[in-house]
């Protein structure tokens, strides 16, 4: 049996739950969970606020751990192993996407927390080619975030093409931004923050901006005009789009990672005549979270967490959806 920790109602409190998991299938790994992240897509789950929520829902879809079970025609992987697991446990591996390294972008992906127990558990499972060993040089502890947000923020800088010359912008400095900005300063870019919080501007410095701009002062963004080449938003709130297309330089790039609830509204006309562009991205491929971590452990850097205890998981909970997270919570065992 496994021990977990499970929502049985949409928006309830998290309670332990125990469930048989049957015999591991031959192409997956079993994993003993250590550390497993709490994100804000696991309150989304809980919830149910995306309606694709099933009860009993195990949350947790940041782990760590080690693998103690290989499936008997898993190759790739042996026990023993430290190893991490994000937000994808399976993919389709015959479609063209998974054919041509995209397998975050199978039609056919499953999640780790979707129609699956995750893992706020001791123990979970996946699909081998899922399950990313982690490095020498990382600290497991804080390792569980970079398989989620970690991963959701450096994919667009290999997908996009991002150059250590650039010229960058993240928007919004939290869960996912304090990541991008520390990621895109180690690649070589210049970094520049729109933060709405002036208390951060001391620690946003610290993780590597080079500049700091008042995202709510439209006059501060109105300074910074033709100024970037790349721009990543990691919020999911609304803001004047257009004002942050009219601050890249020409063939310059928005890109979108945080989910905003509105349509965005831009006029053709910028984009056109700077032959700039808006685009988006989900998480990456298994070959690209190995790269990250590689990159990870080459620059030293790693996320901001603060940690609770299993047993403390609705504190956590609490703790996150108040919005006191600095940055990103970590449950251990």
């Not at 149910?48 to 025609?73: F, I, K, Q």
């Not at 996320?303 to 609770?308: N, Q």
Request: proline share 6%; glycine share 12%; with cysteine.
């Amino acid at each position: 049996m496994i021990q977990a920790y499970a929502a049985t109602t949409a928006g309830g409190t998290l309670e332990s739950f125990a469930y048989d998991p049957g015999a591991l299938p031959g192409e997956e790994v079993e994993i003993q969970v250590e550390y497993c992240g709490l994100c804000h897509s696991d309150l989304s789950m809980i919830k149910n606020d995306w309606g694709m929520s099933a009860y009993p829902l195990v949350p947790g879809h940041e782990v760590v751990g080690t693998v103690v079970a290989v499936g008997d025609r898993v190759t790739t992987l042996s026990v023993g192993q430290r190893v991490g697991l994000g937000w994808f446990s399976r993919s389709c591996l015959h479609c063209n996407p998974c054919l041509s390294g995209d397998q975050n972008l199978c039609a056919t992906a499953e999640g780790t927390i979707v129609g699956r127990y995750g893992g706020f558990a001791d123990r979970v499972r996946a699909q081998a080619e899922w399950v990313i060993p982690i490095p020498d040089g990382i600290d497991p502890a804080k390792a569980g975030p970079l398989f989620c947000g970690g991963i959701t923020v450096f994919n667009p800088i290999v997908q996009c093409g991002v150059k250590p010359t650039d010229r960058v912008g993240v928007i919004g400095i939290g869960g996912l931004g304090h990541m991008a900005v520390q990621f895109l300063k180690a690649w070589g870019c210049e970094v520049t923050a729109f933060s709405s919080n002036p208390a951060k501007a001391a620690e946003i410095r610290e993780l590597g901006a080079d500049h700091i701009v008042n995202s709510r002062d439209p006059d501060a963004i109105a300074a910074v005009a033709d100024s970037f080449d790349f721009i990543l938003s990691t919020v999911n709130v609304d803001l004047d789009w257009g004002a942050y297309v009219t601050a890249l330089r020409a063939r310059g790039r928005l890109h979108f990672v945080g989910a905003v609830p509105r349509p965005i509204q831009l006029g053709a006309f910028p984009l056109i005549l700077g032959q700039k562009s808006v685009s988006g991205s989900p998480l990456g491929s298994p070959a690209t979270t190995a790269t990250m971590l590689e990159f990870v452990a080459r620059h030293k850097l790693e996320p901001v967490t603060e940690v609770f205890e299993f047993s403390q998981v609705n504190d956590a909970i609490a703790h996150l959806e108040a919005g006191k997270a600095r940055y990103r919570v970590v449950l251990k065992k």
